[in-house]
């Protein structure tokens, strides 16, 4: 969708000056997910589809009760099933998966284009669709696997965490969904609150490595998970460790792209330089030494 | 009556010899470059023009002013990993049509390092260089390796999501360095082929050089050609 509103935009991708509009200061929105308390159900990614309008997504049948095998440009949040043996018996882990709005997003990091990906205020990160040349930078750029490209316009599509809902004052299709209330939405400190005391609950039933998934090395995502097996996210759908914007991504953003620019101007600027010192390379005197031909 | 066909009688000699020889002697000029080689040079030249001009807009905002030029910047994205290919394409056919000319003489390896300064400089001394120097060669060479870590490095950026995200991170960079040392030394490329060292642009589009061009420049290949005495 177009951008909400541009008083709204603290990032935007690729500007070189004049990136940050945004003069509304709105409090951080986070979701809550619980995996605890997940039933695996799938009205989340139904309410998602319908919301949206992104049609029915043919799938096949793959041996599990994954709808698909990773998120798809048209298929934004997707359920997660993992069976894992732990402690002598079989677990049957469902992660909610879908884009984790960082709060430094490394796909709007690694963006060339310019305004193509924007973080609000309110800690959206949000697609411009217009401004999208489907290059797969932010691919690259995210740790969390998430930017997936339309077939059919070539640009990249993603959770948007219902902006133009939560701009109006509602909810999440998916957390107005959930029928065991899984999941919450509200500020970013509420939803930590929250998901810290379901930790502390766990923790009393005898998970003691139950924490709260809200990765630093992306300075805290918009999407917090309490994980049951905590020291462990790798067990719900591959949700990694150490999640950060990757250093090479960092490094050509801020260090090779920099030099390269100032390396290139300043050939430019080396060779007029080098001209008003040394002149031309030739030879001046007699009519057979002219090394420019004779004007016909 | 001259011999030459009428339709040729119009026709500057040289430019006439120069359609399919080199390294030969037409009046007051030198043949440097046949009709086949400036071909492919041009092709080499204006495929890499058509790489920066659709690339520079993608790799940094600051020329996001040329973007405008191709059409936008989807047009850039679109347009960049075609010419691409065809820079590479060419790129090759000059490596093959050009690699026995190109060849070091283990004296020109002193070239890679301050030797290129001192030639900038204008104070070598050039008397056994050859129809190409040291650092012309050296470009050549290193032009093709440029050309193919921008090959490499590009079709993982034309088809990322076929790549593990360490390939795509490494391919970024690849393609950025590659691009930057390429893009510094065609500078100077440019630069000594027009406004440095007149009468060089010539033999890239007429074809020939002056004698005292190439006595000037490189005058072992002189004396190769006109059986001139090493002074």
């Known amino acids: 969708m177009s951008v909400q509103n541009s008083l709204e935009v603290v990032r935007s991708s690729a500007q070189v000056w004049g990136s940050s509009s945004a003069q509304r200061s709105l409090p951080t929105v986070s979701k809550l997910i619980d995996t605890s308390t997940c039933i695996g159900c799938k009205a989340c990614e139904v309410a998602c589809q319908e919301w949206n309008d992104l049609g029915v997504i043919k799938t096949e049948q793959r041996g599990t009760y994954q709808t698909m095998p990773t998120l798809d440009a048209g298929f934004w949040n997707l359920i997660r099933f993992d069976e894992r043996e732990v402690d002598g018996g079989v677990k049957w882990l469902m992660r909610k998966d879908q884009c984790m709005h960082c709060a430094e997003p490394g796909c709007l990091e690694a963006c060339p284009a310019p305004g193509a990906i924007v973080q609000y205020a309110n800690g959206i990160v949000d697609v411009n669709q217009d401004n999208c040349i489907g290059c797969g930078y932010c691919a690259t750029g995210c740790p969390f696997e998430v930017p997936k490209f339309s077939a059919k316009t070539g640009k990249m599509a993603k959770c948007t965490l219902c902006v133009d809902r939560v701009s109006v004052g509602l909810e999440p299709a998916c957390i107005k969904a959930c029928p065991t209330g899984c999941l919450h939405f509200g500020t970013k400190d509420d939803m930590v609150a929250l998901g810290n005391h379901r930790v502390a609950q766990l923790k009393a039933q005898g998970y003691e490595q139950a924490a709260l998934y809200d990765p630093s090395g992306v300075d805290g995502t918009g999407v917090v998970t309490v994980l049951a097996h905590g020291d462990h996210p790798e067990w719900y759908g591959g949700l990694p460790r150490d999640p950060h914007v990757p250093i090479g991504v960092r490094f050509w953003k801020n260090v090779v792209r920099p030099i390269g620019l100032i390396a290139i101007v300043g050939a430019v600027v080396g060779a007029f330089g080098h001209y008003l010192n040394f002149g031309k390379k030739e030879v001046k005197g007699a009519a057979d030494s002219e090394t420019n031909l004779p004007q016909a | ?231």
């Open chain 2, 1 to 231: 009556m001259s011999a030459a066909p009428i339709r040729d009688r119009a026709m500057d000699e040289a430019v006439v010899v120069a359609r399919d020889s080199e390294n030969v002697v037409v009046g007051n000029e030198i043949i440097r470059h046949r009709l086949s080689s400036r071909l492919i040079h041009w092709s080499v030249a204006v495929t890499f023009f058509v790489c920066v001009l659709s690339g520079m807009p993608i790799w940094t905002p600051v020329f996001a002013w040329m973007a405008p030029l191709l059409g936008g910047l989807n047009v850039c994205r679109w347009l960049h990993p075609w010419s691409g290919l065809a820079f590479s394409l060419a790129s090759l056919v000059m490596l093959v049509a050009w690699y026995s000319e190109m060849e070091l003489r283990p004296d020109e390896r002193s070239w890679i390092g301050p030797k290129l300064f001192t030639y900038m400089r204008y104070q070598t001394d050039d008397s056994d260089v050859g129809k190409y120097n040291g650092g012309q060669k050296i470009f050549f060479f290193t032009s093709a390796l440029a050309a193919l870590g921008l090959l490499v490095s590009g079709v993982v950026l034309w088809f990322p999501l076929r790549f593990s995200p360490l390939v795509r991170e490494a391919a970024i960079l690849l393609h950025d360095v590659t691009f930057i040392m390429f893009a510094v030394t065609i500078v100077f490329h440019i630069y000594l082929g027009t406004a440095a060292e007149p009468g060089t642009f010539g033999s890239m589009t007429r074809g020939t050089v002056t004698k005292a061009w190439a006595r000037l420049h490189h005058p072992r290949w002189y004396r190769e050609l006109t059986g001139a005495e090493k002074k």
